[in-house]
Every structure is written in C-alpha cells, then in structure tokens.
C-alpha cells in the first residue's frame, strides 16, 4: 500500500531557492519541479531527480521579432463609443477611451478595408464615401444631425495581456510583452522554429506546460481609472481576428464576416449572449485553425521526446477541452487552475491522458481579487482550505490524476499553517486517487441534463472562475452538481432536438432572459419546446432557475412555464391579476438562505405548489405536469446546504433512493461510496465538529463523528 | 364676499331619512340634491327647493328588454386557457375557468363565426376545418401531439360589471342586472324612448347625471375564488366588441378584425401596453360611436329642460374627457370621483361647462379596498382627509366648480368628526374656488410634457385609480406634478415628431421596459430619438424615471441613454464593466425615501452625476447633454416631500427661480400665489405644527404658522 506522502504534486520551483525548493519538494511530496512565470530553475533543482516541468507561452517573449513584424502582431476589432452629430460632419478618434498601451491602429489599407463606420442611431452602415482617415482620426460627412456615429476598426493588440495584467496589477517594471498571431507565415515559421530551439536548449525538461497557445481571453482595458477593465471575457473570439483569417474564413465559408459580426453594436462576442451563425461558424473555424497548429507544436514536443501538457487559461481560447477538435491535438496532459468543484470536473472529464489540478492561493502576494494572500493580513492556509472544500467534494466523484501550486516559492517561508495544510491536502488527495484508481464511486441512477445555448463545449464552465460569473444563477448550480453522485451532462438546445433527451431523467435550464444559459431566441423553435413537453409530460423531470426559457413573442414569458407552473410578468401581463397562493412545506430539506427572488414570477395555475416565497413572490415551486414534475428556484445561491436541497431535490423528482450512493443524515457533510473496497469517505464541509450517520444501500446505518473540515475515510466491515 | 358656507356642493339624498337630508344640506352648504345607485328621492327632499340630480345608467336595469331580446346584451372576446394536446385531438371546453354567471358563450352562427382556435405553441390559426363546436365544446384534430392549443370566442356578458361587483362585495341580493349594446338597433330605439319616458316622469330633475354610457370597463371574473378577478383594465376596448360592430369596423376601414386583434395570445388590449395600429383604429371607430349616441342621449335630455352631466366611471370606454370627440357630446358637466390631485386635475382641465369632484370616502360601510369606513372600525374623517391632502394641491392650481359625496346618507349618524371635517372642506373649497373665479395663480414659466403612447388622450390618469396603478412609476410623478405651479401636458411620440417640443421645457419619460408609458416600440423610430437628441442638445431638459425609452434593437437599452448618462444592463453589457462612481451632494433637496431602485442601471460615461445610490445602483443622477440637462428616478413614489424634490428639480433643469409662483421652504408645506388679490394660500401636508417662510416675486418673505395640515388664505399687504 502506498503511503500517499509523495506522488502526483507539482511544485513551483524557484531558482535562489534551492534549499527552499527541495524541502518543500519533500515536505509536499513533489514527484515534479516546474518553473513558473517570471521564475527560471536553476541546475541544482532540475539536477535532484524531479521530474521538470517547464513553462512557456508560444506566442509571447518574442519581442525582437514582433519589432521586426509588427504585422505579425495579434490585433482586435474596436468600436468608438458612438458619439451624436450635432451638423453635418463629425470627426471621430477611434481609440478614444481605450488604454493606450494596449492598442494601436492597424490603419494600413489592408486594415483600413475592415473598418466600418455606423449610424448608430439609425443602425445603419454608412458608404464608405461618405468618411475618410488620415493620422488617426474618422471625418464623416452628409451625417444626420443627432445621430449618433461609432467607427469600428482593426488595431493591433501590441501588450500581451496577462503581462499587461501583472504589470498593472503586480507592478511589473519589465518590458511589455508582445504576442505574435501564428496565422502570419512568418510568424508560424519562427514560432516552430523557436520551440525547436527551446526543446534543444532545455534538454532536462519532462514536460513542456503551454501557457498555453495563441489567443488571450478578451481584456480590453480603457484609458480611465474609472474604468479600467472596459470588457473581459474568458471565452470569446474576438481576440483572434485578424484580415488574413478573414479572408481565409471568406474563401473556406464562401461569405465574408465584416467588423459588424464582431462589434455587434459595440456589444462584442460575450459569451454569455447567445451568438449569431455567423459567430458560431468563426468558432469552428478558428477552433480548427487552433487545433492544427497546436498538434504541430505537440508533434515538435514529442520529436524531442518530451510531453506535452498544456495550462487551460490565459491564451486558451480555441481549444475548449470539450470541443471537436481538442483531442485531436494530442496534449499529454491538462492542467487546470480550480477555485471551485466545477473546474476540477471540468478537468476531469476532459479527453486526455493526464489531469492536474493547480490549487490555490496561487503564491503571490495578493490575490486575483487583490487581497493580500502572501503578505501581512493574508491567511493563505484559510484561502487554501476554503477553495479545498469546494474542490473536494469534485475530487471524491471523479479521478484526477495530479495536483500542484504555482507562484513564488519562497512566499511560503514561515508560512507553517499554509506549508502543513496543503501536505494533509496532498494526503487525502492521492488516498482518492487510489480509490478511484480500482473503482468509480457509486451513483445514483440519475442523470442530469443542463441545457443551455453551447451544450458540450462549455461542459461545467461559462466564461472563467466562479468569482467571474457568479452573478449567473447556473455556476451555483453547476457548482452544486460538481460532487452529487449523479451522472451531469452539459448538452444544447440542438442536441434536445437530436433526441438527447432519451438519456436524460432531470432536465436543468437555468439563466437570465436572453442570455445564452437561458437560451433567448433558441426558444422560439416551437419543436424544442414540444420536446420537451413531452419529455416531461411522459414522466420526465425539469428545473427551471432564475428566468428559465425566457423569450419574446410567445403567449407566456417563459416557454416552459405551462410545464414549470409559473411564468414571469416582465409587464405583458399588465391588469391579469395573479393566482393568490399559500405556502406548503417542502417534501424536502430547504436551504433557504440559499433560495433567491426573481421578480414577477406569478403561478400559471392553481396547481402550483409554493414551497417558499420572498415579499409575496414565488421562489421555490414544484408542479406535476402530465407523468413528470417541474420545480423552479427564483434564486440559487451555491453553499454545501445548498448542494444537498438540490441532491434532495433530484431525489423527489425522479422518485429515487438516494442510499444507493451512500446518503449522509447531517446537510452540512457529504459522502462517497467505494462499493468494491467497502470504503466510505465522508466529508465535513463545517469549521466545526460534525456528527452524522451514513446510509447505505445494504441498507446499513453508519454513525460518523468528524473534526471541522475533516475527510474521514474508512472501511465498512457490515457491507 | 361670500360666506363660503353654501353652494358648489352635491349631497346625496336617501328617501325614509329626509329630515337627515336636509339636515346635513344645510350642514354641508349643499345647493344640489341627488340620488345614488340604488336609492331613490321621496317628494319631501325633490321640494325642499333644491336643485336635484337623478343619476342613470343607461344600459342597466332593463332586464325584461333584455330576456326578450338577449342578442341585444353586449358581449366580449375570451380566450380559453391553452391546453396541451397528448395526442393528435383535443378537447376545449371554452369558458372552463370563468366565472358563470358572468359569461354565456355566443355560440350562435353570427357569434361562431369569429371564433378561432390557436395552436399557441407555433404561434399559428388552425384551420376552421380542423375544429368543430357542440353543445359548449370544441373539438380539435390534426393536433401536433404536446402543442398547447386554445380557443377565442364571442361571449354575451350577462352580468353587469358594477351591479356584480356590489353583489360580490357589498352582498347584494337583488336580481343580476344585465346590459344593452347601443348598437343594437332595437336596443338603441328602446333606450331612446325609455330615456323619453323617464324625463317626462322625472320633471323635478334638474340634471340627469348618467353613470355613465354605454361600456364598462373591463372587468373579467374568474371561477376560483383564488383569482376572482381574471383581468381587469380601466381603460380598455373588449367590451364594446360584437359581431356588428366588427361588421361595421370592416366596411368603414376596409378590413376585418379577428378575435386575435383583441385576444393578442390571452394578454387582451390591457391599456399599459402599447396598442395595435388596429387597436388604434377600433378605438377611434369606437369613440366615434359613443359620441354620438351619447351626443343623442343629450339632446333627448336638453329637449326635457334638463342638463347632462356625466360620472367619469363605470361605463366611460370611448367617452375619455381628452379624447377628440368628448366636446361633440355636449354634456353639461362632468363629474368626477376622486381619490388623488391628478383625477382633480384631469376634471378641472376637460372641455365641459362644469367640473365636479366627487369625495372619497364613499358614504358606504366599506371601502374599495374590503377596508371599513362607515363602519365599526373605520375612520372616515381620517380617510377623507387622507385623500383631501392630494386633492388640495391641485384645487390650488386650477379651478374645479362642484363638489360632493355619494353613497348612503344615514351612515353619517353620528360621524360627527366626518361630518364636521367635510363642512371645513367645503368652506376651504369655496374660497379657492373664489379665487380662482378671479385669476389664475401664479404658475413658473416651466411647461412640462409627458411624453408616453397614448399622449393628450390619457392626460393625468393611466388606467384607473392611483391605487389600481400605483405599480407604474409616471402615476406617481403625474400625482406630484397636479399640485406644482407649472404647466402640464401630455403629449405622444407622434406629438414629438410634429415639433411638440416647441413647447416644451422639460420632457418626462416615466415607465417600465415595453409599457404604454416607457413606449416600448416607438423608440425604434430614429427619427423620435433624433428629435428629442435635439431638442436636449440645444437647450432642453429631460427627466426619466424607472425604464425610459427602454427598447430592444438598439445599441443601448435605453433609446435615449446617451442624453440621461445612464443606461440598463438587461444582460446585453455582459462582459462590459460598469463606470465606478461616488455620489455627490445635489444641487436640490433629495426626498430619500421616494426615491427608489430599477435593476441593472450603470453609468454611460464619466460625466454622469449620481447624487444617490441603492447597494451600489444608480438611483438618482444628472447629466449635462449639449446644452441642456437631464435626470433620471430609477423609482418615485409620490410623497409631499417627493412632490417638493421634482419641483426644486425643475428649478435646477431650467435655471427657473421659484419664488414667481410663491415658494415655502418648509418641503412639507406647499403654497399658491393669486398676485392680483394679493392672496397667499399656504398649505401644510403635515399632520403636526409647521413653520414655513414663503419668498413671493416682490422679495417678500412672509413667515407663516400652520396648525396640522392647515389650509391658510391670507392676503398680503407688503406685495
């Protein structure tokens, strides 16, 4: 039996601290030293029998050559912000309120063909005639006075922006960083060219970790303090464009896009709106684009023998690891950074050969959010072990194959409380690789649907951490779902229509009207919402949250509200006076912090059961629809007691015994169940002692005792 | 001079207590007598040398007209609640769910053949051969199995509205009176002629007070006591429809309307939505028919020596006082009851000889609202007060001629607080009204518009009473501005666009995202969102109050973001971050408490001035535009204090100094300013002392001592 102190953990080497680095190697259990941003390991580390890890990003760190292409350089469609007319003529400074540093004008006549000029009041492209540019300003003439005008055009992306991040938030004095875009051939050549080098010159590195290819997440940074982060988006395109992949898209698509498919009246590609076609075929297409040249790369890697593992943030956008084409690019490995459950499942799941999770706090002074972490008022062993509870739940349903830190090294000197937490993490995380390495933990024969506008490619993510995107009411709930024992899938509205439904027994839509979790127009497609119908009317289960298949032009606000008992009034049910209601207690445990408002939620009927409600509002219903059931939640807000009402919940719905799973008694623990090896492990998600009984489905009743936050594994004899 | 002690009021008399009668006439300073629903003047009181008003309702209480000839009843459109088909058939059974005895299916071949069965789920009319109707259902075929399907129909309405309402609250027991359609032609003879015979047998009426033609409001009950009331709607159509009056709406306009012109998906023609350009037609055609018959009714009266007066409730659809065609009718005078200053307002401002009020209380033992009044438990000295203080401030602005009360007379048996309470407002009436006979009182040089749908047609009022409405924020800012020393107008988008701004000073747009009031639509048109960008840019002002020009489409939420500063996240800034802000001082006095919160409202620009918060919102702010300025209310509710901020808020917009008009600085005190009497009326809205100072245009300051909610006149010799 392995003694689960060393293996599978990943530490951040630091050169001048090479003491440092191998008692923590030892103290943590470290199989593998990797290098981080900013930081070079030294021989003495790389020479001490670790495996190493090495990091680059492909696309940055080439400013010499960027200097000699500036062509080569990534670049953006921008809008103006639209600005009235007040005669006839206008003149407009296209780069007006955006951050200096971060773009210039791509104002060369290949550039300047993209660039468009609108009435935006009008919504109304104007002719080319009727403006012109010279030294960086747009002349409009024959305008309608008060009117308003935006130019939208192509600059150049000329700061990397996770070094423009650090810079302004880490004050970074060194050189701005550059990014080269791989679709220029030059470009592409030296790119190649260079990771040979890189392969020759670094020839004690195991694994080459790509931090982690082209093209950065969208974050467009303005000029006022004020606004400093003018849009950022983990998951958009927008970033990617350029005149060469236009015209390749034209030639490949046989249409062409025009600034106005990225701008969208200056409210760009976020992910959290539903797209256009024409988004949805330029993700396809740089997806492959992306996908082609990673598998170079990787092929580049492999000749030298190396691994290639690649870091799931930052340049990411392309290689979504559930998309088509990501497996297709051979990565040995996937890392990925988790705050939260929901990311170590998206790991987890992804198709490929190994899964490492890199813990928080990252070791860095001060935290993404700006508090101090690694400084005086920090507690980095608090962070640590708050992001540990989200995350353990996840590592207990689903194998994950390694952990690690990343930062400075040398933060953790006297660091005790922190340095000793993450050795007990490092602990019970290899005792659950070994569980699952024999066996998958039980579950319930329940499976869970989330239904939303991108379906697979955005399995258990919407668009960055849970801090990013917690205003959306489905994070919570993905969140919760991430260490119930039931089998999740994430599919689209396309994807109901192709009969996904038949493998599905509780079906969750949950978003804001219009937005892509919620769907917006995709529920105008009658035949989505008679799918439905029947799914549910012939047994099948639905959770609706927050404003769940919200649409405009149907007879209810919400297209499933005849299923789901309640619809919204966003005012088109002006002088319908509302069913008067009373509330029932719930045949199940209420988290009722946890249960939020959504305004003007009304009964569709008097069959609805209100199991709570806020100021005369309905938030938690339940309604039988034909054979199947419906519950909404107006507000879910992710907290273990959370997790458990939604286990209960689905429990209610689909008429199933949760002991199958193993069932603790007390809301605030969790369990998971290793049948084969008769191992329980049960969980503490409360900072103080836990009493609570295990059922499981022999039908045996385990009474536990825990310490705060504890993980207590233990094999059952009776079973 | 006056006494002030007589005239100007209308008592309503009860046969079996005429000594109470005359008693409380001379009390009250009555000059006029009348009868109420549902009593009727003995001798005694018709010649105790009082002027005497019968009331009528029209169309009521001919129910032998009506068993004899019941294709002569009115009737309406209903729409059944869609149900989904589980296979290709269904069952409807159409009025499932109304209630009974308030509706009769028209299911004669006239009536079916504008019935119409909905596949709601598609959005789309199955065909008549595709549904068959027996014996009060409707069956369907051809289903798409999991659609939801409904039907509309033509129903009689066998109940009147009012005469149900007092039944179902007041426990009436009498036989259910039923309503004839004027339209009908032996109908429209039989009224004509019974109007004839009641003023010949009615000689000591001096004025026929009609409550009031011909359409009530719309009133739809439901079956389940848990949702009485279906819909109800003050201000709309459906009751007016029949299959002549669509027959004679066809060959007039040359096209036919459907049940779906009134029906809209179940949602019907509620008056806070925006109308059809077909619902625009109808109610002109409809207006058009009231006013004439109702200009008959009249004449019939005038023939008999009597005068016209008609009760602004009820049975007003088609007849609104603003409306084109109320002048034609020729009534003698328009009464009006009142709860709030802006339903005075909108009596004193109709074109109509004489502007009559009716009190609140109504003299009954329970209120509107299932409250008592006149009844163990009730207070109605403090609730006729309570509604005196919103009437007060508007009887200050402009002259109304009459006032008076209604209900049951002997219920004021011992209310002598009541009774003493309503002799001091007739006093205080009197002499305003004296005043104002006159001159008019001072007013600011500031001509207010507000702009929503329905424009000079609705002035004052939305759809009923302020308690019915008070959900709708412009309810709240009409009721401040009836009490303000400027002029009010109510002006529509099609007004702004033929040049209403001319007269304009400050604009106001008040309402909810997609509302009759907001405008919904209309914003799409540049050419409004141009005009009103001018208008401000060259100097004007603009106020906006919960969701102003709020519209899908547009590169903002708000069609006239860019001159308010801010705008509304409905999702669509995903990814956008908002401007950071700090609240500063404002250059007025802010009403906290009226001041309320929309969702999702965030900043345009760095220029835009908050001056008050709710949980980081936005919720009050200015903005400078060109050369003029706006502000914005994310919530009002109407308060003294809420009415003094707007008003100081005005003076700020328009650089106006308020003293022209006479102003208090005491914000729970109000004043009017007559100059050529020198007189100064100064009201406390308070229930306790106030100190105020009032500054008049000479440079006068006048302290002043009030006693609770004091009215006090003086004349002022230093002016």
Redesign the interface.
């Known amino acids: 039996m392995e003694d689960y102190r060393k293996g599978g953990f990943t530490l951040p080497g630091e050169a001048g601290y090479e003491a440092l680095t191998l008692k923590m190697a030892e103290k943590w259990g470290a199989d593998v030293i990797r290098d981080s941003d900013g930081t070079k390991l030294s021989p003495e580390i790389i020479n001490a029998g670790y495996r190493v890890y090495s990091t680059i990003c492909i696309i940055r760190e080439h400013n010499a050559f960027a200097q000699a292409h500036p062509d080569a350089q990534q670049q953006t469609f921008l809008s103006s ?2 600005i ?1 007319a ?1 005669s006839d003529t206008l003149e407009i400074d296209p780069l007006a309120g955006y951050f200096e540093e971060q773009f210039q004008l791509n104002d060369s006549p290949e550039g300047l063909a993209f660039w468009q000029v609108w009435d ?4 109304e492209l104007i002719s080319p005639n009727d403006w012109t540019y010279a030294e960086g300003r747009i002349s409009v003439r024959h305008c ?5 005008y ?1 130019a939208s055009f192509l600059c150049w992306r000329i700061w990397e922006e996770i070094n423009m991040y650090n810079h302004t938030t880490n004050h970074w004095k060194t050189e701005h960083l550059r990014q080269l875009d791989p679709r220029h051939p030059l470009a592409w050549e030296y790119l190649q060219d260079w990771l040979r080098r890189w392969c020759e010159n670094n020839p004690d590195t195991n694994v080459v970790r790509l931090t982690s290819l082209f093209y950065n997440f ?1 974050w467009i940074f303005g000029s ?1 303090l ?2 400093r ?5 983990w998951a ?1 395109y927008d970033f990617t464009v350029s005149p060469a992949a236009l015209r390749a898209f034209e030639q490949e698509y046989g249409y062409a896009l025009t600034a106005e498919d990225f701008i969208q ?4 590609q ?4 539903p797209p256009t076609a024409h988004k949805r075929d330029y993700m396809d297409f740089i997806q492959r684009f992306v996908a082609k040249k990673a598998k170079k790369l990787v092929e580049i890697i492999h000749e030298y023998g190396k691994q290639a593992y690649v870091f799931y943030d930052d340049s990411w956008v392309g290689m979504e690891p559930y998309g088509k084409y990501f497996s297709s690019i051979g990565f040995d490995g996937l890392i990925k950074c988790v705050f939260s459950g929901f990311e170590c499942r998206l790991c987890a799941g992804a198709q490929v050969p190994v899964h490492e999770l890199r813990f928080h706090p990252y070791l860095f002074p001060v935290g993404l959010g700006g508090l101090p972490t690694f400084m005086e008022g920090g507690h980095p062993e608090k962070d640590a072990l708050a992001y540990w509870l989200h995350v353990r739940r996840a590592l207990a349903r689903q194998c994950v194959d390694r952990i690690g830190l990343g930062g400075y090294l040398h933060l953790t000197i006297g660091q005790e409380a922190f340095n000793d937490t993450i050795e007990k993490m490092g602990i019970v995380f290899r005792r659950l690789r070994e569980l699952h390495a024999h066996e998958k933990p039980a579950e319930l024969p329940v499976t869970v649907s989330v239904l939303h506008t991108w379906g697979a490619l955005r399995s258990w993510t919407l ?1 960055g951490h849970f801090h990013e995107t917690d205003g959306n009411i489905l994070i919570h709930l993905n969140e919760a779902l991430s260490g119930l024992p039931v089998r999740v899938r994430f599919i689209s509205f396309e994807d109901v229509k192709q009969g996904a439904l038949a493998e599905t027994d509780v079906l969750i839509n949950a978003g ?4 892509a979790w919620s769907g917006g127009d995709a529920w105008k497609d ?1 035949a989505l ?3 439905i ?2 799914f549910v ?1 012939e047994g099948g289960c639905l959770i609706g949250a927050g404003e769940p298949s919200a649409v ?4 209810t606000r919400f297209a499933l509200a ?1 299923i789901l008992g309640i619809d919204q009034d ?12 009373e509330t029932e207690k719930a045949p199940f445990r209420v988290a009722d912090e946890a249960v939020g408002l959504t ?1 003007g939620i009304r009964l569709t ?2 069959d609805t059961r209100v199991l709570c409600e806020r100021n005369g509002v309905p938030v938690l219903t339940l309604h039988d629809f ?1 054979k199947g059931k419906a519950a909404y939640f107006g507000g879910f807000t992710y907290s273990p007691e959370a997790a458990r009402m939604l286990l209960e919940l689905l429990l209610y719905l689909t008429g199933t015994e949760g002991n199958a799973a193993g069932m603790t008694d007390n809301p605030l623990t969790e369990c998971a169940w290793f049948p084969a090896s008769r191992t329980l492990v049960v969980m503490n998600n409360a900072d103080e002692p836990a009493e609570t009984t295990v059922s499981l489905p022999c039908g045996s009743r385990i009474p536990v005792s825990l310490e705060p936050l504890q993980t207590l594994i233990k094999t059952v004899e009776t079973c």
């Open positions: 912000d639209p009235p007040v935006r009041t009008a919504n309608i006075p008060y009117h308003r935006s969208v006022d004020r606004r982060t003018r849009f950022v988006d958009s009246q200056g409210r760009l976020a992910t959290h709106r668009s804001r009207a219009g937005d009658p919402v008679t799918e119908t029947r009317h405009s032009g149907g007879d005849h966003d005012g088109a049910y002006a002088c319908h006076q509302p069913w008067t209601f305004p009927g008097p034909g």
